[in-house]
């Protein structure tokens, strides 16, 4: 049996261990853009130099010492036929499969402000976002931060906790606002403001001003207010990584559709983690789940499943997250 797998975090490295653990003589190709695998759990702490790059990486010797795993690291698959079961690489190569996964996980999505993309913002959804700005880090003063979800909240608290200047800005009129109702809320933010955090709650970013160099100099607000920035992070959202997939037939909503055993409308397709969508076991609505353990389960889920086991989803929601506020 050839598996295909294209993503290396936590979806993809949980469904080759099932695979290799049921079906020990398959073969398993997994192609990632990525260099490797780590915790995006800790970019906050590798983009303000708490911790060193390397330490966020983790292992994947168990697989690379199988015999039947290939691993293909900073590889881009830029399309798929489910009629011939192969993907294409960059290069023109195609690889044929027996069950393929998607677990390609998702990128910032950047909202279309004004001076938003260019030199000096980012988002944090890699390895490579964190490297840049902890470079720029010992050169500015100010970070201004778009979005007060998961990871914007972490990224400003590690920030103010370096000595930076910080400013976080968030539409709603509390942090976390999907995670936390208005008491906790409220809370969250006290934390933050104690913790050296300036709070722009109810603001949207209408523009980043940026210098005759191009670079980042303030985020003017729809309030009329300006914030002053020499880092912008827009930390207000993601959107999955499908490009590959156009004009597959794959049903896409907010994410690859899938069922309760992550099984995709293709044939021997399945997918997992932050790309997929299917029905959350706590709200019953059908959305992603982009958090760690979610991707976890749904990756050993699709393993077990894509080499002749029988595994479903019963435990599968991102309403169970937890995140680190100033200590």
Request: hydrophobic content about 40%.
């Amino acid at each position: 049996m050839e598996y295909v797998i294209i993503g290396s975090s936590a979806a993809g490295t949980a469904a080759a261990r099932s695979i290799i653990s049921n079906d020990p003589s398959g073969k398993i190709t997994m192609i990632t853009m990525d260099s490797g695998f780590y915790s995006r759990c800790q970019l906050h702490l590798a983009a303000t130099g708490k911790r060193e790059d390397d330490k966020i990486f983790l292992s994947l010797d168990d697989l690379l010492k199988s015999p039947n795993f290939e691993f293909m690291p900073q590889t881009k698959v830029t399309g798929m036929s489910a009629k011939d079961k192969n993907v294409t690489l960059e290069n023109g190569t195609k690889i044929c499969y027996d069950k393929l996964l998607i677990s390609t996980g998702s990128r910032t999505f950047f909202p279309p402000i004004p001076g938003l993309t260019g030199s000096r913002s980012f988002g944090l959804r890699n390895i490579e976002d964190a490297k840049a700005i902890k470079e720029l880090l010992p050169y500015i003063s100010c970070v201004a931060v778009i979005g007060a979800g998961l990871v914007g909240v972490e990224l400003a608290g590690e920030l103010a906790e370096a000595g930076i200047s910080v400013s976080l800005i968030e539409v709603a009129d509390r942090p976390l606002p999907l995670q936390l109702e208005d008491i906790c809320g409220q809370k969250c933010a006290e934390l933050l403001d104690k913790s050296g955090v300036d709070l722009f709650l109810g603001e949207m970013a209408m523009e980043v001003v940026r210098d005759e160099s191009g670079n980042p100099q303030s985020v003017e607000l729809k309030s009329g207010k300006s914030v002053p920035a020499e880092i912008v992070v827009c930390a207000a959202g993601v959107r999955s990584n499908i490009e590959f997939t156009d004009g597959t037939g794959m049903e896409i909503n907010r994410g690859i559709v899938i069922d309760s055993f992550c099984r995709t409308n293709l044939p021997d397709v399945y997918a997992a983690g932050d790309v997929a969508e299917t029905t959350d076991s706590l709200t019953s609505r059908n959305m992603p789940s982009a958090i760690w353990p979610v991707a976890v389960r749904q990756g050993k889920v699709a393993g077990t499943n894509m080499s002749g086991g029988e595994d479903m989803l019963t435990r599968n929601t991102g309403m169970k997250a937890s995140v680190n506020v100033a200590g």
